[in-house]
């Protein structure tokens, strides 16, 4: 009779055993339910169960990769992002916020405000070019490793000054024979309305092949191979003419042509008004000519000291009005000495208003 009694009490004891655990097993858990992570709401931040302790999230959104014109517009595998410390998660986050509100404050009408500021009609399509060119040639070339360059002592600032304004040259031609091709025929800006994003991975890959051709012949002589000297430097150089040019024609995309071209001539007014073919140039030129006119301008600080420190003037300097068409038109084939003479005696910093 015990061993019956004994008997079922163990039975028993094992089917509410196995009843616990039954019903431990099918009610929800966080250490084993599944719940999708909100891919959605970047910058969320959560505790997940999934590992025998909890780690906390943060929830990060992917990034398109960024365009390479490398191979003809195709995308580039994605950068490694660093990851941020579990201290510095929020911070991070907080920055990118505000990144992304910054962003989405640049809207077309800021843009045009910023272009009539500089006395830039904003719908004038051979404005906008102009400064569009500007804004391209800034980025993908002068703000690059060809600074480096110049800062080692391969470019003089006249060399530079030569070099900057021929390649504004050369990326205002194809800006121009671009809009010929894709029927960009009104004076108004508003013409980029039918133009596609695709249309614009066209130009900015023709603008990526002039601009990285190792054979392209400089203003000084030489070509960008030989200015870049090493096969290194060269790719260095490809390198960041492929991220600028991708990044310009990326933004088409979500954002539309006409804010892209806009955003980016913009940059060109507001970063670059000393340059060739900014509006204000011929006011720089014609104020130029003024001081070397009036050796007791204030330009020339006290008594003249600037000046003198100079020296003799370049010869090409004693012909005004050819000297002043030159600037005007095509800087970028004075000689090496009267451009260097010109950057010295401070036609950047001159004062556009006495």
């Known amino acids: 009779m015990d061993r019956m009694f004994w008997g079922v009490m ?24 599944y719940v ?31 365009r390479s014109l490398k191979m003809g517009g195709s995308a580039a595998a994605p950068c490694q992002e660093p990851r941020a410390s579990e201290g510095n998660e929020d911070r991070v986050t907080d920055v990118e916020r505000m990144l992304e509100e910054a962003q989405a404050m640049m809207t077309e009408e ?3 405000g910023a272009l ?76 980029f309305a039918s133009v596609t994003a695709e249309d614009v991975d066209v130009l900015a890959h023709r603008l990526f092949k002039w601009l990285t051709n190792p054979d392209r012949k400089l203003p ?31 933004q088409m995309e979500s954002k539309g042509v006409r804010h892209g071209i806009l955003y980016t001539a913009g940059h060109g007014a507001l970063a670059c008004d000393r340059w060739w073919g900014h509006p204000t140039w011929p006011a720089r030129v014609d104020r130029f000519i003024s001081v070397l006119e009036t050796p007791a301008d204030p330009h020339w600080g006290t008594d003249g000291e600037r000046l003198r420190r100079l020296g003799p003037a370049p010869a090409a300097l004693q012909d005004r009005a050819a000297l002043r068409g030159t600037l005007l038109r095509t800087p970028w084939e004075m000689e090496a000495q009267t451009a260097e003479w010109i950057v010295d005696s401070g036609i950047g910093y001159l004062t556009l208003t006495v």
Request: hydrophobic content about 40%.
């Open 220 to 250: 000084t002589g030489m070509t960008l191979g030989e200015l870049a000297r090493t096969d290194e430097d060269l790719a260095e150089y490809e390198e960041h003419v492929d991220g600028k040019l991708g990044a310009f024609a990326g």
């Open 10 to 33: 163990v039975l028993a004891v094992c089917v509410v055993v196995l009843a616990l655990f039954a019903i431990y097993w099918s009610m929800p858990s966080p250490y084993r339910a």
């Open 36 to 66: 999708a992570p909100p891919t959605d709401r970047d910058g969320y931040s959560y505790t997940c169960y999934c590992w025998r302790d909890p780690v906390r999230c943060l929830a990060k959104l992917m990034k398109k990769a960024p």
């Open 116 to 191: 009539k500021a500089q006395g830039v009609d904003p719908d004038d399509l051979s404005s906008l070019l102009d400064l569009l060119a500007i804004g391209l040639t800034n980025g993908s070339w002068r703000n690059s490793c060809v600074e480096n360059w110049h800062a080692e002592g391969r470019l003089s600032d006249g060399d530079m000054l030569r070099i900057n304004s021929h390649t504004t040259l050369g990326i205002r031609q194809r800006l121009r024979g671009w809009c010929t091709e894709y029927g960009i025929a009104s004076r108004s800006s508003e013409a």
């Open 110 to 112: 800021v843009f045009e």
